[in-house]
């Protein structure tokens, strides 16, 4: 057990949906990182949180968005679902000085139907 | 250009054997941090061990060690006397840059291993 927390674990949902991912990361940490793996993309990074700021951005459509609360969990919500969508999305967690090492949750796998 | 290349998309070990998982890598940077993930059926992301790029030696947890050729660009995994339980899907991952909160780590495509009996 990594101490990061997501929910739901699974999601199914329609085409045109909108869902929201729910992270809590390791007690301490302050930095939230979104990873979506799909089978033809692989694992890539989508966005990361650092104590309340975005700190950084990779390959996130607009359709989708996220933000980190004054509690440090962290949101990622994704709009207008398409069935490309599907994919399993991580949520990772570091503490400041320590961010070399990067804590993954344990998934919410989304299915667009 | 990819960053992270693993080669092998499948590797079978019996057990008690030992199993290098290849992975090479492409920066400009010169520092940097190289990371190994496993990944079992059940779907969490588990990581192994960490090497940054100024690490005079090579990196070891338990079963595991990191084959650190600089040079050569390559950052290889070794497991030693495998066990049924190491069947996964294994990562090879880099962070770019300085250790900082807030980096992302850059995947290579996996490699599948099997430990059979």
């Known amino acids: 057990d990594s101490g990061v927390t997501q929910t739901p674990k699974h999601l199914i949902t329609a085409t045109g949906q909108r869902v929201t991912l729910r992270c809590s990361p390791r007690?301490?940490?302050?930095?939230v990182y979104w990873y979506q793996q799909s089978l033809d993309q692989g694992l890539q990074f989508l966005i990361q949180?650092?104590?309340?700021?975005?700190?950084a951005k990779g390959n996130i459509l607009e359709r989708f968005s996220a933000q980190q609360f004054p509690d440090l969990h962290s949101e990622l919500n994704l709009s207008s679902l398409e069935l490309g969508d599907s994919a399993l999305y991580f949520c990772a967690s570091s503490v400041e000085a320590v961010a070399y090492e990067q804590y993954f949750g344990p998934g919410t796998r989304l299915t667009v139907t | 250009a990819q960053k992270i290349t693993q080669t092998q998309p499948g590797m079978f070990v019996q057990e008690k054997e030992a199993v290098t998982l290849d992975c090479t890598y492409d920066?400009?940077?010169?520092?940097?941090?190289l990371f190994w993930y496993k990944q079992p059926s059940s779907g969490e992301m588990i990581f192994l061990i960490y090497q940054g790029s100024y690490d005079q030696q090579n990196a070891t947890e338990g079963r595991y060690s990191l084959n650190f050729q600089k040079a050569r660009k390559s950052a290889n995994l070794v497991i030693s006397a495998s066990q049924l339980g190491d069947s996964a899907m294994y990562f090879c991952a880099m962070r770019e840059g300085r250790v900082q909160a807030g980096t992302a780590l850059i995947f290579g495509k996996g490699t599948t291993l099997s430990v059979s009996s």
């Open positions: 920066t400009s940077d010169p520092s940097y941090g």
């Open positions: 949180y650092y104590n309340g700021e975005e700190r």
């Open positions: 007690s301490g940490d302050l930095s």
